[in-house]
């Protein structure tokens, strides 16, 4: 053991010498299991000064007896080992006050553990037990208890005994019940119990009169007792992943509280009282069936809310009956006479010509409340040029219909169907079968509701006879007036707002023009009028892009106007027969009538907005469609040995992926050589990346080749998880390939692991997975370390931004928060070495640069404490304490800390001033967490971009 572990034996040495009362002998950095220790060295008994004696991320089986000689330890580290008892000389060391145990093997607690009666922090997360012994009610002076991701089926009742208790964590077990006995830790300020069986609340819950935070997350809890508005301090409350129905207006009464989180249950209200919480700066309420406020109003968050209900106090309630109606099909099924036909059944059939782009037409109906319902009609085209822009006009809480030729029999029900339920968020689908010349066909319709719940309806009518007509315009009113905003209450003058500008002939107004139609119309605040012009934008009614610094200043009225000059320029011959090249000369000509003149800039804006075209980079205005590239792979060179490969699979592939990636990705397409129809090929610092996509496949692929593979990758992967979460409901698998040398390392047709598969190993701890083409084992974290940036740490913050409770092992933890003071010596070793220094680039992670003269132009090195530097990292290490208090994983404090600074520019931009002033090391000594790596990591992102 000795030859393997020098360096701690060497740290024990300087220990001896130096009298040292603190000695880290930790392994964050180290993840070969050969260079940990199985046990502790005998040399460490005889410093028996020691205060603080750190062994984390070892491979420790039991404590010896030896123990019992370091007399004064305050505090001992065992995180990440594979205890499976203590020994009882562990009771000797009567002055220690920190005692952490987390990721070990425990199964039971000796009495002994009673006697360490200056304990005060206690840490068992990650172990197996299933109770507690009685005796632990002795340590009296113990203020921190973490038992997260244990075994526990029920609150030991000796827990109730700590009266000095302030924090007690019990998330990931097995508790059903709360004891009326928790009332007795009156010093409580945080409880979380998050992830545990709990359905009911207990009256004594409001004893707590000191509890600022309670964690209540992933229960199954349906009713929320009035007795927690009784919980006056409490500043955050997690209700998340429960099955709350209602909420009681007496919440108005948590007056403190500033975070609450109702995310997955089933509200279906929000009470007017929650507008009363006056302190409250994040509310989330996403994944809820709420109807009022409508779901638009909901998104925007807590000030929208709150602005929505003054609204409707101060001047009074109206309702808006108005939806959309959008016909989807195949080219020459019908759709344009379905959509005459509801507009006038008296319309007689004529040889249409195929819809260019989009229709719109305005059906009104009298309503039993003598009210009148407005529907907008939208009939899409069906050519497949059209099928990419489908993403930005298949609005949610709209009713489909999808028209079926049966003479034809070329309805692809399942392409429909899916591309319906991915961008509409599963809004309602009626398919109408337009039996041309009386001939029947059958559909799988009981296959085909089995996989789609939002088909309701299956009707065959007969268009040029108006046979069951009537029957489909019953429906199709049935169906719109049953949408989940219809009769919501809005401030009455939204409605008359919502009318004004329908009335309006003109197809956009300026901003100014907007703006006073609302002072008009009773409106005195400019932020409730950006709020409804957001509003009506969500809905599809009209178009007002308030974060482009272009698209602000109008607000397109009829987005039919912005559709149809979208559609000139893909409609166009001569930009078709120049495969998707077209300039602003060209642009002149197609938008001539005078309804385009003054409005170039901003419809070649939308157009960009859509990521329909891109400008050619140092090009004299001139403009690219990828839709309208070549099919034809041009031959270009492409070196395949070692190259790095990833791969997308769908479920089902929307069209207009790889199109979107181009546009985004134009900048890097070296002289615009190397891009076609599906498919691009990107240069940047001596490294070229493929992405091909394969549609009928349902496959993205990349190949990488070059000298900074891994960076390009992670551009790559980066911007294509960007388009994909545009899309709520896509369904896709991300493939790493293998990295064994007997087969796959250089292969072009390597093995593949599923994303979902590798994280679920490097969750349950398992370091290898076998490859299913050389039958070898493989490394979990080398596989994601040979494709992404950053490794393993990249690979879970990735993962928590999306799933921030995900239950991560502590083991990644340690990984992902290394030791800053380790951070430090790393780095000074580097530098004396001459080795490029690690700086992190737009994506959050180390990127290897030649010389120290880079570092210093990205961040700079000379340190100092600039009041930017004192203050930035005094707000972080506030931020951070707070976190901490919330989430027992310090992973996730790190990337909830990296989303709350996203989301405060002053304390961003102190962060990158502070960094540019300071150099990473300064900020880093300023901070002691082990969540600030992933902060400091995402600080260099925010100055690099």
Same mark, same amino acid.
């Given at each position: ?106 199964? %039971?607690? =000796?009495? $002994?553990? !009673? #006697?360490?009666?200056?304990? +005060?922090?206690? /840490?068992?997360?990650? &172990? @197996?037990? *299933? ?114 129905? %209602?909420? =009681?207006? $007496?919440? !108005? #009464?948590?007056?403190?509280? +500033?975070?609450? /989180?109702?995310?997955? &249950? @089933?509200? *279906? ?118 099928? $990419? ?16 030729? *049966? ?539």
């Amino acid at each position: 053991m000795a030859n393997r572990c020098q360096h701690l034996f060497e740290k024990i040495r300087e220990a001896k010498e130096k009298r040292l009362k603190e000695l880290d002998l930790s392994n964050h950095w180290n993840t070969d299991a050969k260079e940990k220790l199985t046990e502790i060295p005998a040399e460490v008994f005889e410093l028996e000064w020691l205060e603080v004696l750190n062994l984390r991320c070892n491979q420790l089986t039991t404590l010896p007896e030896a123990i019992a000689k370091l007399r004064q330890l305050t505090s001992l580290d065992l995180t990440n080992n594979q205890l499976t008892t203590l020994p009882e000389a562990l009771a000797k060391l009567r002055q220690f006050t920190s005692l952490d145990l987390t990721n070990n093997q425990l199964t %039971t607690l =000796p009495e $002994a553990l !009673a #006697k360490l009666q200056q304990l +005060t922090k206690l /840490n068992l997360s990650y &172990n @197996q037990l *299933t109770t507690l012994p009685e005796a632990i009610a002795r340590l009296q002076h113990l203020t921190s208890l973490n038992l997260n991701h244990n075994q526990l089926t029920t609150l030991p009742e000796a827990i109730t005994k700590l009266r000095q208790l302030t924090s007690l964590n019990l998330s990931h077990n097995k508790i059903t019940t709360l004891p009326e006995a928790l009332a007795k830790l009156q010093q409580l300020t945080s409880l979380n119990l998050s992830y545990n069986k709990i359905t009911t609340l207990p009256e004594a819950l409001a004893k707590l009169q000191q509890l600022t935070s309670l964690n209540l997350n992933h229960n199954k809890i349906t009713t929320l007792p009035e007795a927690i508005t009784k919980l006056q301090q409490l500043t955050k409350l997690y209700l998340s992943y429960n099955k709350i129905t %209602t909420l =009681p207006e $007496a919440i !108005a #009464k948590l007056q403190q509280l +500033t975070k609450l /989180n109702l995310s997955y &249950n @089933q509200l *279906t209200t929000l009470p007017e009282a929650i507008t009363k919480l006056q302190q409250l700066t994040s509310l989330d309420l996403s994944h809820n069936t709420i109807e009022k406020p409508p779901p638009e109003i909901l998104a925007k968050g807590i000030k929208a809310i709150q602005n929505y209900f003054r609204q409707l106090e101060v001047e009074g309630t109206d309702y808006l009956y108005e939806a959309k109606l959008l016909i989807v099909g195949e080219g020459g099924a019908g759709k344009t006479t379905l959509a005459k036909k509801i507009e006038d059944q008296n319309y007689q059939l004529r040889e249409e010509n195929s819809t260019k782009g989009i229709e719109v037409i305005q059906w009104r109906f009298p309503m039993e409340n003598e009210r009148e319902f407005r529907v907008n009609i939208w009939d899409f085209g069906g050519q497949e040029i059209y099928h $990419a822009t489908h993403q930005f006009f298949l609005t949610k809480r709209s009713l489909y219909v999808l028209v079926a030729d *049966t003479r034809k029999e070329d309805t692809d029900f399942y392409y429909w169907l899916n591309v319906v339920e991915l961008l509409s968020d599963n809004s309602p689908l009626l398919i109408i079968k337009n039996e041309k010349q009386n001939r029947h066909r059958e559909i799988n319709e009981l296959q085909l509701r089995g996989q789609f719940t939002n088909l309701k309806e299956t009707l065959a009518t007969n268009l040029a006879t108006n046979r069951d007509l009537e029957k489909v315009l019953e429906q199709i009113k049935h169906h719109v007036k049953n949408l989940p905003h219809i009769g919501s209450p809005l401030p009455k003058t939204w409605v008359r707002v919502r009318e004004a500008l329908e009335s309006d002939a003109r197809n956009y107004i300026s901003l100014d023009e907007y703006l006073n139609i609302c002072e008009q119309n009773g409106f005195t605040h400019r932020k409730d009028k950006l709020q409804l012009s957001g509003y009506l934008h969500d809905l599809g009614v009209c178009l007002h892009f308030q974060e482009d610094p272009i698209l602000n200043k109008t607000v397109i009225l009829k987005p039919k106007w912005g559709t149809d000059a979208v559609y000139k320029v893909l409609d166009n011959e001569k930009v078709i027969r120049n495969l998707g090249n077209f300039t602003r000369f060209d642009l002149a000509n197609i938008w001539c009538e005078d309804e385009y003149a003054t409005m170039h800039d901003e419809l070649l804006r939308l157009m960009i907005n859509f990521k329909l075209c891109y400008e050619i980079p140092r090009s004299q205005e001139k403009y690219i469609a990828p839709q309208l590239l070549s099919a034809n792979q041009p031959s270009y060179d492409w070196d395949k040995t070692n190259n790095l490969i990833l791969r997308y699979t769908y479920d089902f592939m929307p069209k207009g992926i790889i199109t979107q990636f181009i546009v985004v990705m134009h900048e890097l397409i070296n002289e615009q050589q190397c891009v076609w129809k599906n498919g691009v090929v990107l240069s940047k610092d001596q490294t070229k990346a493929e992405v091909i996509e394969y549609y009928g496949k349902r496959e993205i692929e990349i190949r990488v080749s070059g000298h900074h593979k891994r960076d390009l990758m992670t551009v790559v992967i980066h911007e294509l998880d960007k388009i994909h979460n545009s899309y709520q409901r896509l369904k896709y698998d991300k493939l790493i390939p293998c990295n064994c040398y007997a087969i796959c390392k250089d292969s072009q047709e390597p093995h593949f692991y599923p994303f979902e598969t590798l994280r679920k190993f490097v969750a349950d701890n398992q370091e290898g997975i076998q490859c299913q083409k050389s039958y070898q084992m493989v490394k979990v974290s080398g596989l994601i370390d040979d494709v992404i940036k950053g490794g393993k740490e990249r690979f879970f913050v990735e993962q928590l931004r999306v799933e921030p409770n995900y239950p991560q092992s502590p083991q990644i933890s340690s990984n992902i928060n290394i030791n800053l003071n380790q951070a430090q010596e790393q780095n000074q070793i580097r530098q004396k070495e001459n080795n490029s220094m690690s700086t992190v680039n737009q994506y959050g992670y180390g990127d290897n640069v030649g010389g120290d003269k880079v570092m210093r132009d990205k961040i700079g090195t000379q340190i100092n404490n600039s009041q930017n530097l004192t203050q930035a990292a005094k707000d972080i290490k506030e931020l951070l304490n707070q976190l901490s208090q919330e989430y027992s994983n310090t992973a996730i404090v790190g990337v909830k800390a990296v989303e709350e600074i996203e989301q405060k520019p002053k304390l961003k931009a102190r962060i990158i001033n502070a960094l540019k002033e300071a150099g990473s090391e300064a900020l880093e000594k300023a901070v002691d967490h082990p969540a600030v790596s992933i902060v400091i990591a995402a600080a260099k992102g925010f100055m690099d971009t």
